[in-house]
């Protein structure tokens, strides 16, 4: 890329991260804004900004609510400024809703209205627009769901699918390190800044230098890691992936709810079978429409018939 339209991306990427984190937007709403102006009206966000706030209600349809949200931001540009160069000199690339390095997976399952405008990563970007396979499951997945869960991950891995992980310990923590035992690639949804995810950097060097892992965050890229983030990345993961297994899964909690959520739009959830003796709810889960699948992640149609017709008899 020549230096000068280097310099001018760099410049829209301010504007960009002072609009995601500092107005104040949903999400959708941001979205509207963006392809309005650089599709639409076809100005940068540059311009955008420095036009007259009676601009944006009437060109923009924008209420004072909005434009209060739009002041904050472009007061908050000088810190963001300093912020992407602390990003760019530690190796950190932005990607935006609109470049072509953004998964086409993520923007597929999500829709564009919902998608994360901004990501931050760190690693070989090219692994975002790869087969995937998301393995999910509980922080203390029994014995059997972890094994599952590395069986999964090796036939990802040799299928050349990258794995998705969530990096909480039990079934995330173990599919991210079958996938890299058996020379497989993976993807880190961190429930976090992606600043603040120091040690893991120190840990995974070598593989993120190696190009077999992409660290990747939706967040303010400082924020520290707290429940409420790590709810919000779950969509992210179950987005980025094209097929999706879960190991074991309780009635509550992100795996359940993400496997809910995924099978009100239409997807496809694989769900190990349970054993008779095992106290989990993936038999919910198979009820609700996810489809059983054996050790191999292989699916049981018949099993599924039988436990449809089980419970219609009730």
């Known amino acids: 890329m020549e230096a000068a339209a280097w310099m001018l991306e760099k410049q829209e990427l301010i504007y960009w991260m002072a609009l995601v984190h500092s107005a104040k937007w949903r999400t959708e709403n941001i979205n509207k804004l963006l392809i309005k102006i650089l599709h639409e009206t076809k100005i940068t966000l540059e311009e955008f900004f420095n036009l007259e706030t009676e601009k944006w209600k009437t060109n923009f349809e924008l209420s004072e609510k909005e434009i209060e949200g739009l002041i904050l931001a472009k007061n908050e540009l000088p810190n963001f400024a300093f912020l992407l160069e602390e990003l760019l000199e530690q190796g950190y690339e932005v990607v935006t809703l609109l470049s072509n390095d953004y998964p086409k997976t993520l923007k597929e ?3 564009t209205k919902p998608s994360p405008p901004l990501l931050y990563v760190k690693g070989n970007k090219k692994i975002l627009q790869e087969n995937s396979v998301a393995i999910v499951g ?9 094994d599952f869960t590395g069986k999964i991950a090796k036939l990802a891995s040799q299928n050349f699918e990258v794995v998705v992980s969530g990096f909480a310990k039990g079934v995330d923590k173990q599919a991210l390190d079958s996938a890299l035992f058996y020379t497989g690639k993976s993807i880190i949804v961190l429930p976090q800044g992606i600043m603040t995810f120091v040690s893991g950097f ?3 060097y070598k593989q993120i230098l190696q190009g077999d892992v992409l660290v990747f965050s939706t967040f303010f890229p400082k924020a520290p890691w707290n429940a409420q983030l790590a ?3 779950n969509p992210i993961i179950y987005g980025l992936a094209r097929k999706i297994f879960v190991a074991e899964a309780n009635e509550k909690g992100g795996t359940w709810f993400g496997a809910i959520d995924g099978l009100k739009k239409g997807r496809e ?4 079978n349970p054993e008779p003796d095992e106290k989990n709810a993936n038999n919910l889960l198979i009820e609700k ?4 699948v054996d050790f191999l992640g292989n699916p049981l149609e018949k099993e599924r ?6 419970t219609s008899l009730f």
């Open 269 to 272: 959830i694989f769900v190990r």
């Open 109 to 111: 399952n999500l829709k």
């Open 305 to 310: 018939k039988n436990f449809e017709l089980q």
């Open 138 to 146: 509980s922080r203390n997945a029994s014995k059997i769901s972890l």
């Open 202 to 204: 120190k840990t995974y």
């Open 289 to 292: 429409g996810a489809v059983p």
């Open 231 to 233: 709810m919000a990345r």
